[in-house]
Structures are given as C-alpha cells and as structure tokens.
C-alpha cells in the first residue's frame, strides 16, 4: 500500500503562485509514477503534470510554462511549482501515484487540497 499526503493549497490572488507537496510513505518503491490532478466544481477530474520514476514529464496544455512539476527522490515527495495563478485554476488538486502492471497496476490517491484563486 502507499498513502499520499497532499500539503500546500490555499487562497491566493490572480497572477500570485503556490507550491503543493506530495509526501509518500508505504510500498514506494512500486511506484512508477506521480502525478497531479485537478478536479474543478462541476467539472472532472483533470491531469495537470506528471513525472515518471526516470523523470520525463507531461503537462496539460493549458498548464505549459506556468506549473512545473518535480520530485525529490530522497524525500519521496512530489511538487507542483504553479505560477501565474488564474481564477480557472480553482479546483481540488489530488496528488496521484501510479503502479504499471496489466494486471496488478493501480492507482493511488490522496485526499485533495483545495487552491482558489481570486480574481
């Protein structure tokens, strides 16, 4: 098992920025992948950025060049750098931990942290 601990949200103006950790405690070492995950009111939940165990990166578009995402191994804990905050950026962030297998593969998941962002 692996349990996730989101910390880091908050309120903060438009244009102002945030950091959310991700502390990891458990079977870590099945872990392939990490990631971030948004889920707005009404809305689904979204990838924002995720980063594999070799530390190649994907972000959503519209998350390119404001949020960056990063992990440090030593820690097992996993960022989320976001920048240039908008309104739009208001959501529940869920940190997301990835076991590959077909038939053993899971997810992991924590229990959110709230950002909003005012106008």
């Known amino acids: 098992q692996v349990q996730l601990v989101e910390s880091g949200g908050g309120l903060v103006q438009s244009g102002g920025s945030l950091r959310l950790s991700c502390a990891t405690t458990?079977?870590?070492?099945?872990?392939?992948?990490m990631g971030w995950y948004r889920q707005a009111p009404g809305k689904g939940r979204e990838l924002v950025a995720s980063?594999?165990?070799?530390?190649?990166?994907n972000y959503a578009d519209s998350m390119k060049g404001r949020f960056t995402i990063s992990r440090d191994n030593a820690k097992n804990t996993v960022y989320l750098q976001m920048n240039s905050l908008k309104p739009e950026d208001t959501a529940v962030y869920y940190c997301?931990?990835?076991?590959?297998?077909?038939?053993?593969?899971?997810?992991?998941w924590g229990q959110g942290t709230q950002v909003t962002v005012s106008s």
């Open positions: 997301n931990a990835k076991k590959y297998g077909f038939l053993d593969g899971r997810d992991y």
């Open positions: 980063i594999t165990n070799e530390g190649y990166t």
């Open positions: 458990g079977s870590t070492g099945s872990i392939n992948e």
